[in-house]
C-alpha cells in the first residue's frame, strides 16, 4: 500500500516563496507520475502540477506557471513543489498525489491518481 505524506506548509507572506515536499512509501513511487493539487475552501479541487516518472515531462496549471515548479527525487522517494511569487489566491490545501505502478506519464485529471496524501495547508496573506 502506497502512502503519501506532504510537509512544508504554512503561512507566508504575498510574494513570498514555500517548498512543499511529498514523502511516498514503496517501491512504486519511480515507476509512477505524481501531481499535486490543491483545495480553496468553498471550491472544488483543481490541478496545479504534474511531473512523469524519471522527471523529464511536466506541466502546470495555468495560473501558476513561471511561479511553481514540480520536481522529484526517486532515490529519496520524496517529490517537490517549489512555490514562489506566492499570492493570496494561492491560499488552499494542497495534495499530492501518485498513479498507479507503471503508469508514468503526467495527467492533470484527479480521477487518474490512485494514492493521495492528507495535504498540507498555505495560507498566503497579502
Known amino acids: 500500500q502506497v502512502q503519501l505524506v506532504e510537509s512544508g506548509g504554512g503561512l507566508a507572506q504575498a510574494g513570498g516563496s514555500l517548498r512543499l515536499s511529498c514523502a511516498a512509501s514503496?517501491?512504486?513511487?519511480?515507476?509512477?507520475?505524481m501531481g499535486w493539487f490543491r483545495q480553496a475552501p468553498g471550491k472544488e479541487r483543481e490541478f496545479v502540477a504534474t511531473?512523469?516518472?524519471?522527471?523529464?515531462?511536466?506541466d502546470y496549471a495555468d495560473s501558476v506557471k513561471g511561479r511553481f515548479t514540480i520536481s522529484r527525487d526517486n532515490a529519496k522517494n520524496t517529490g517537490y513543489l517549489q512555490m514562489n511569487s506566492l499570492k493570496p489566491d494561492d491560499t488552499a490545501v494542497y495534495s499530492c498525489?501518485?498513479?498507479?505502478?507503471?503508469?508514468?506519464?503526467?495527467?492533470?485529471?484527479?480521477?487518474?491518481?490512485?494514492?493521495w496524501g492528507q495535504g498540507t495547508q498555505v495560507t498566503v496573506s497579502s
Open positions: 514503496g517501491r512504486s513511487f519511480s515507476s509512477a507520475a
Open positions: 511531473i512523469s516518472w524519471a522527471g523529464k515531462t511536466t
Open positions: 498525489a501518485q498513479r498507479r505502478t507503471g503508469l508514468g506519464t503526467t495527467s492533470s485529471q484527479a480521477g487518474l491518481y490512485d494514492y
